[in-house]
């Protein structure tokens, strides 16, 4: 059964769910393999730890929003193309979530204290762009991968060279961000106004700030 034989109820019930796993539980993953399964974990010193750590508790948020940004805009799109694509893309960043969260258990840290906050915050920004219509829908969504992808390269530029499982996720997740975003934009995506560009780049800072601690 597809999401279109469902009710609203039933797809907003969903959503509650699937928001719930992605900040406090296991999310369904896609079953893709882990990118750094056959990658030697190598010793890092508490420094590099700590640093690796920050990092991927920031991505791991990052994640978080996103998921709540595409359960705001399927909620919300009035064509099932679109819909499928915000579902197909959640997917994908429910992976990210699984590695990142695994990663961060792994360096012996912890997701951000904040992470329900920020979702709450990206699922009423997801609904707001849905509503606004699908082709700003799918240009929120373009713009926001495009900003990740180039988050994430900054991350890789920071992330201790020897800490070579961190950098083979977050290169694979900003494959995967990259990808999204352009499909985004083959179905359509309108070009967001620069002022806009300019907030999301600013809510971004605040969240790093914020998650790179606590």
């Not at 393999?33 to 990092?55: G, K, Q």
């Not at 193309?81 to 990210?96: G, I, K, L, S």
Request: net charge negative.
């Amino acid at each position: 059964m597809t999401l279109r034989n469902y009710s609203a109820a039933d797809r907003l019930l969903m959503e509650v769910d699937r928001g719930l796993r992605s900040v406090f539980g296991r999310p369904p993953q896609t079953g893709r393999p882990h990118p750094a399964e056959d990658v030697p974990e190598a010793e890092l010193d508490d420094r590099e730890r700590a640093l690796s750590a920050s990092l991927m508790r920031v991505n791991h948020c990052g994640e978080v929003c996103a998921q709540a940004l595409y359960q705001g805009q399927a909620l919300t799109a009035r064509d099932a193309a679109v819909r499928a694509t915000m579902q197909e893309a959640a997917d994908e960043e429910n992976d990210h979530l699984a590695w990142c969260r695994q990663r961060l258990e792994e360096l012996d840290s912890h997701t951000s204290r904040l992470d329900p906050l920020f979702y709450l915050g990206a699922l009423s920004i997801g609904t707001l762009a849905g509503l606004a219509g699908d082709r700003w829908s799918l240009g929120f969504l373009a713009e926001t991968e495009h900003q990740v992808t180039a988050h994430l390269n900054r991350h890789l530029e920071q992330l201790p060279a020897k800490d070579t499982v961190s950098r083979a996720i977050v290169s694979q997740m900003r494959d995967d961000e990259a990808r999204h975003a352009h499909t985004a934009e083959l179905n359509g995506a309108a070009d967001l106004p620069l002022p806009v560009k300019a907030l999301m780049k600013l809510s971004s800072k605040v969240m790093t700030a914020t998650t790179h601690r606590i």
